[in-house]
Structures are given as C-alpha cells and as structure tokens.
T-cell receptor
Framework: GAVVSQHPSWVICKSGTSVKIECRSL??????MFWYRQFPKQSLMLMAT?????????EQGVEKDKFLINHASLTLSTLTVTSAHPEDSSFYIC??????????FGDGTRLSIL | AQTVTQSQPEMSVQEAETVTLSCTYD???????LFWYKQPPSRQMILVIR??????QNATENRFSVNFQKAAKSFSLKISDSQLGDAAMYFC??????????FGQGTRLTINP
C-alpha cells in the first residue's frame, strides 16, 4: 500500500528555536497533504490542508505565522514550528492523498520543547 | 458542520470474542465516505475499513465489518475473533468534498487474554 514517511520521529529542542518536520509520499504523488496535531489521549485535530503549489488553508484558531507549511512538490510537504515554546509540545501527524484515495498517514513526530 | 461522535470512550473484550464499536455522524450531504482508523501505542494511524455512502452493502475486511445505517447516520465497527493485536484506539472518521477528515473522539479498545 501507499507509504508516507515523516521525519523526524522525535525531536527535542530549546524554547525559541524553529523546528522543521518533513512529510514525504514515497510511492505516489500527493495532490493534497494534511497536518494534524494530537494531544495525549485525544483525537486528531486538523491544523491545515496543503495543496501542491498553493498556499495552505489553515483551520480556525491555528496561527499561520507560527506553523508554516510548504508543499513545494507532489511528494513533499513541510511544517515549520517557528519560535517554538513549551506549549507547542505535542504529537504532529501528516497525511497524504491523491484525488479520491483514502488518506495515508505518516508515523508522526513527537515534539518536545524545553 | 459535520460532526462525528463516538460515545464509548473505552471498551474491553475477551480474546476471541466479538466487540462492536459505535459511531454516529451528522451531515446534510448524501455522498460521502466513512472510515475506521486504528491507532496502536506506536501512534501510527492504520486504515481498518472504509465505506462509500452510496453503497448499500456493508464493507468487510477479514475480521472487521461495519454496520452502515445511512438513514440513522450510524456506522459501527464489528471486530470478530478479537486478538491481542487489536488493542488500540479506534477512530471513526467522515470525509466529504475537499477530502478533509473529521474524526470522532476515539474509543480505547482493550483485549483481555
């Protein structure tokens, strides 16, 4: 089946730094990629939808200047958490799809801000 | 707005028994997709089964089957012959139009040996 690779799987960094998370579709062209955030014991919360070559669409309440999303190619989307603070610590998951296929998820990134 | 509700925060079942997880949703659309995803402790999201709303036949994938009641907006998941590896969080999800998934709150399934 379709494979989505997410990197890194775990990152620890100091408060104030920026962190980039990559999401790659390995064996298909992803016209659309999604970024989710998941708090412990909770469901996935959609942060934004990105389509290749266009600006991401952010969900209400998500700071677009804090969470920068780039979808420069059909196989790569990146999420950059800028000037990260402890409250940004969370589990971030990406997913990818082409047209009407089900979303395929990456393995997630555990972000810890000290 | 579309919503998905899973009213069972936790469920448990004896190994080899059958368990049913409930899901209801709210939508005014007639053509959409419904999914069940499994999230084990590794936190990887795994697609278990999907159902197209225009299909009356319930989807089945080996030990996993659904009971799709479109008029009642109900989409339950039945797991037969439960195995220890089935222990996980299960999320019901709805998708329409722009492919955005709406997830339920999740049900934590425990398998008792």
């Amino acid at each position: 089946g379709a494979v989505v690779s997410q990197h890194p799987s775990w990152v620890i960094c100091k408060s104030g730094t920026s962190v980039k998370i990559e999401c790659r579709s390995l064996d298909f062209q992803a016209t659309t990629m999604f970024w989710y955030r998941q708090f412990p014991k909770q469901s996935l919360m959609l942060m934004a939808t990105s389509n290749e070559g266009s600006k991401a669409t952010y969900e209400q309440g998500v700071e677009k200047d804090k969470f920068l999303i780039n979808h420069a190619s059909l196989t790569l989307s990146t999420l950059t958490v800028t000037s990260a603070h402890p409250e940004d610590s969370s589990f971030y998951i990406c997913s990818a799809t082409d047209y009407n296929q089900p979303q395929h998820f990456g393995d997630g990134t555990r972000l810890s801000i000290l | 707005a579309q919503t998905v509700t899973q009213s069972q925060p936790e469920m448990s079942v004896q190994e080899a028994e059958t368990v049913t997880l409930s899901c209801t949703y709210d939508t005014s659309e007639s053509d959409y997709y419904l999914f069940w995803y499994k999230q084990p402790p590794s936190r990887q999201m795994i697609l278990v089964i999907r159902q197209e709303a225009y299909k009356q036949q319930n989807a089945t994938e080996n030990r996993f089957s659904v009971n799709f009641q479109k008029a009642a907006k109900s989409f339950s998941l039945k797991i037969s012959d439960s195995q220890l590896g089935d222990a996980a969080m299960y999320f019901c999800a709805y998708r329409w139009g722009a492919q955005k998934l709406v997830f339920g709150q999740g049900t934590r399934l425990t398998i008792n040996p």
